[in-house]
């Protein structure tokens, strides 16, 4: 089955990005012609002020990829942005894309949505008001779906029950002035999946490897894929949703792993960097002492070892927790090792490429090659199925 997979180069890889992508891939490449492609495009929807990181950030995530197994004899790795043909066929499926399926893009929402709660949540821990981020999450959620727009009035009520009056008017206050989520008013983000589209259908994928919340950019490439056929000629095939389920791991302080809480394990840590991560996760909030007995499921160390511990001394430390023989550091001493464990031919892989950059990039260009061909002959398709100029 052809397949197509990209991922947006926003830094090193950690825990999450390699159980929720990566290790998927991973399967896919062994029997199905996989076609693996850095969006570096799609990193400037959100984020094009300033690009001084990205090219490092792209050179890690290609380090990041073959360190973990992806395989350049398997699967075709690429740079999105190598290959032009892309952003021709962007622009192509855009002159057919009714605007209308964009503006229920569910993402634009969404995005702004997670930017107004943690402009909130940031102001409130600014003033030492301490929330429960689940109770916030809640009342930006009513403010923000209750109707079309977002609904200051009521996030203003909601918001002096959790810090006081003045606080509460000032946010929305500055959350009125439209400031926050400005930066992704742009005709590049509005228009991404049409972006995603092309990536997607230029390579006449049959399949593409999603997570739940990102069905709707399936179907919308699916719908441009059906109108393309029908207007023109039957070019593409309309691609369909691997399923891929969500990495439930989360960061050490118990919030979504990501690197803008700063609370990621990532692939490329050394051991000793690991070893204090681990140290500082938070565990079951209600054991205090070694002496008191402590709860496994709520406990985020736990599910760590559900995942990177073998299952008897899984169920050892189960046992050993609930009747309060083990204590956390000695607890979270076994994680680390078998973290350690699990990365340490990671770390040599990346160390290997890290010093042999051009071997790398031979690699990459060699994907690009391979991609260019691909893209270029189904874009004479394409440009023929709509009678354009073909030198
Ligand atoms: S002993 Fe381990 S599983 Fe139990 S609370 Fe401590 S860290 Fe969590």
């Known amino acids: ?71 350049p004899q398997k699967a075709t790795v690429f740079i999105q942005s190598a290959i032009k043909e892309h952003s021709e066929l962007a622009l192509l499926l855009g002159m057919i894309t009714p605007k209308s399926w964009l503006e229920l893009n569910p993402s634009y929402k969404d995005l702004k949505f997670n930017l107004f709660f943690q402009y909130i949540r940031d102001f409130l821990y600014g003033k030492n008001i301490k929330i429960q981020e689940e109770q916030l999450r809640e009342i930006v959620y009513k403010a923000f779906y209750h109707k079309k727009d977002v609904d200051f009035g009521l996030m203003e009520e909601e918001l002096k029950k959790i810090s006081n009056e003045k606080v509460a008017k000032e946010i929305v206050n500055n959350l009125a002035e439209g400031e926050i989520g400005k930066e992704i008013d ?39 894929a059906r109108r393309f056929n029908r207007f023109y000629k039957e070019v593409f095939p309309e691609p369909k949703a691997l399923l891929t389920p969500q990495s439930k791991l989360l960061g050490i302080d118990g919030r979504k792993m990501s690197k803008s809480y700063n609370n990621a394990i990532y692939l490329a840590d050394t051991e000793e960097e690991l070893n204090k991560k681990v140290l500082s996760m938070k565990t079951d909030p209600s054991r205090i002492r070694k002496t008191d007995k402590g709860n496994p499921d709520i406990c985020n ?91």
Not at 42 to 65: C, G, P, R, V
């Open 1 to 71: 089955m052809k397949i197509v997979s990209g991922m947006r180069p926003t830094g090193k890889l950690h825990l999450g990005h390699y159980l929720g992508v990566i290790k998927n891939w991973l399967i896919l490449q062994e029997n199905n012609e996989c076609m693996f492609f850095i969006a570096d495009w799609h990193a400037l929807t959100n984020k094009y002020k300033d690009t001084s990181d990205l090219k490092e950030n792209i050179f890690q995530m290609m380090i990041d990829w073959l360190s973990c197994g992806i395989d």
């Open 301 to 391: 160390v736990f599910s760590y070892h559900k995942l990177f511990t073998d299952e008897d001394i899984v169920k050892e430390i189960d046992t050993s927790c609930r009747n309060a023989q083990i204590g956390c550091i000695d607890c979270k001493k076994i994680l680390a090792k078998n973290l350690n464990k699990f990365l340490e031919p990671i770390r040599e892989k990346r160390a290997f490429y890290e010093k042999n950059k051009e071997d790398l990039i031979d690699i990459f260009k060699e994907g690009n090659n391979k991609a260019k061909k691909e893209a270029s002959e189904n874009m004479h398709q394409i440009r023929n199925a709509m009678n354009l100029w073909i030198d």
């Open 186 to 224: 742009t005709f590049g983000f509005f228009g991404y999946p049409v972006l995603m589209a092309a990536d997607i259908l230029i390579y006449k994928a049959e399949a593409v490897p999603v997570g739940e919340d990102q069905l709707p950019h399936i179907e919308i490439t699916r719908e441009i």
